[in-house]
């Protein structure tokens, strides 16, 4: 399995931006598809944003599209979220999950084989 840290949380204001980090270790990154998850107390788990196998590319929530990107480095086995225009309805935790190669559901949490432990991301009014 593939072992990832999220990192980059915390408080920002109203329509402030925040990115994400999320570093992975263990087994090959290449085997895994890589993307962000949230949730809000008393809420599911939400999916955010995700790398396609193929084609290349990205899928990204309706809720949060023109706002939020997915991007990756893969030199360093790293992947991001950045996050603009954040508004206070959408504190939560960020969690950074890994899918293996093959696998069908990109936005369902239980398609995801691995999961960072999160991050808190609070939004001030």
């Known amino acids: 399995q593939v072992q990832l840290v999220e990192s980059g949380g915390g408080l920002v204001q109203a329509g402030g931006s925040l990115r994400l980090s999320c570093a992975a270790s263990g087994r090959t990154f290449s085997s895994y598809a890589m993307g962000w998850f949230r949730q809000a107390p008393g809420k599911e788990r939400e999916f955010v944003a995700a790398?396609?196998?193929?084609?290349?590319?990205?899928y990204v929530a309706d809720s949060v599209k023109g706002r939020f990107a997915i991007s990756r480095d893969s030199a360093k086995n790293t992947v991001y979220l950045q996050m603009n225009s954040l508004n206070p309805g959408e504190p939560a935790v960020y969690y950074c999950a890994a899918r293996l190669r093959g696998s069908v559901g990109y936005y369902y949490p239980s398609t995801y084989a691995c999961w960072g432990q999160g991050t808190q991301v609070t939004v001030s009014s």
């Open positions: 790398f396609k196998w193929s084609p290349i590319g990205t």
